[in-house]
């Protein structure tokens, strides 16, 4: 068995594929994790990260497992294309496919589609799985270590997506297995080198774009500033959902200059929807209020793209053409 996340795997991809990994090895299964990518350093301590195969560091090892394979899990994603390369190796294969996800409309053929855009992770829905087949006993510390992970990553330290009281139920089940919750939390939430402590610092007081009447907020960062701060994958993990403490913006962008395309990151507060932003104008997509996507161009293209969602979302805001258009 193989178990695939996302390329730029986060806390909730590689929580979930490592729980589901421990669990089908306590039942005696032979499985791997396989991803697209490495994971950030930031979460070299979730446990079994170690043992991940990775496409970019052992393309060999990792079509065969996918190639030997009876089933393969895709786990946090809801469509081929967010796999990269492995897109590639998983596409011809017979193999039956299990989605276990919570992005919203997955796109392909799954052989068991298990998709819940409600739930706040995929982690909770791989608790689930193990709840519904009787396999919460083989869920030790160690799993229950990794969706921990998750469970505390994708709501943002319990801030959102967590409406729904089971999701307690759930942590507290996860409690019982004598997690060590204070160290787990730090690791995944509050861990940062002094450099992107730095970076981010910086982002903030020079780089910070406000746009009150839009409620709108646009950080970008280039290669050279990215360079400056001797910037590391991850190091700027939480920093689009800093402007969101500001009471007047109610969704922040982020920019970030990359080898050859531009990461864009969004996030939101209460009905306005990012995901939809993200689908349509920077091919991306993911969750209402923290989605993603890439732009093929340069970092001042991508701002214009930006300006163009502002025009497009509101297009009262802009006084000056509304005046003329009342003089005409
Ligand atoms: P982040 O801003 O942390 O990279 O991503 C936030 C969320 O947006 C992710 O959980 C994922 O659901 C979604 N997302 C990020 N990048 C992409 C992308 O390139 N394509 C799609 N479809 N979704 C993305
Ligand atoms: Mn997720």
């Given at each position: 068995m193989v178990i695939t996340c996302h390329k730029s795997p986060d806390g909730d991809a590689l929580g979930s594929s490592l729980a589901l990994c421990h669990v089908l090895q306590r039942l005696g299964k032979e499985v791997n994790v396989v991803t697209p990518d490495m994971a950030p350093k930031a979460l070299e301590f979730v446990p079994g990260v170690f043992n991940i195969v990775v496409m970019t560091k052992q393309e060999a090892r990792a079509q065969k497992l996918l190639q030997e394979a009876q089933i393969v899990f895709c786990l946090?994603?809801?469509?081929?294309?967010?796999v990269d390369r492995l897109a590639e190796v998983i596409e011809p294969l017979n193999t039956p496919r299990v989605l276990i996800d919570h992005h919203l409309d997955p796109e392909g053929d799954f052989d068991v589609c298990i998709s819940h855009p409600e739930a706040s992770s995929t982690c909770e829905l791989v608790f689930r799985v193990f709840m519904q087949m009787g396999l919460l006993r083989y869920m030790d510390r160690k799993a229950a270590s990794c969706l921990y992970v998750g469970l505390t990553t994708d709501t943002g330290g319990f801030a959102y997506?967590?409406?729904?009281p089971e999701f307690y139920e759930i942590l507290a089940s996860i409690m019982r297995r004598r997690i060590d919750r204070i160290w787990l939390y730090n690791k995944a939430m509050n861990t940062f080198s002094a450099e992107s402590i730095r970076l981010q610092g910086y982002a903030l007081s020079q780089k910070m774009q406000l746009f009150p009447e839009q409620g709108a907020s646009l950080i970008t960062l280039n290669k050279e500033e990215l360079e400056r701060f001797n910037y590391q994958r991850g190091d700027t993990e939480t920093l689009v959902n800093k402007p969101l403490a500001i009471p007047e913006v109610y969704w922040s962008v982020f920019l970030r200059e990359d080898t050859d395309r531009i990461k864009v990151s969004c996030r939101s507060q209460g009905?306005?929807?990012?995901s939809d932003i993200c689908a349509r104008y920077f091919n991306g997509g993911g969750h209402a209020n923290a989605a993603g996507g890439e732009f093929f161009g340069t970092l001042a293209e991508a701002e214009k793209v930006f300006y163009k969602v502002l025009a497009d979302l509101f297009p009262n805001n802009d006084k000056e053409e509304q005046q003329t258009t009342e003089l005409k």
């Open positions: 946090d994603y809801n469509a081929l294309k967010r997506s967590c409406e729904n009905d306005f929807s990012v």
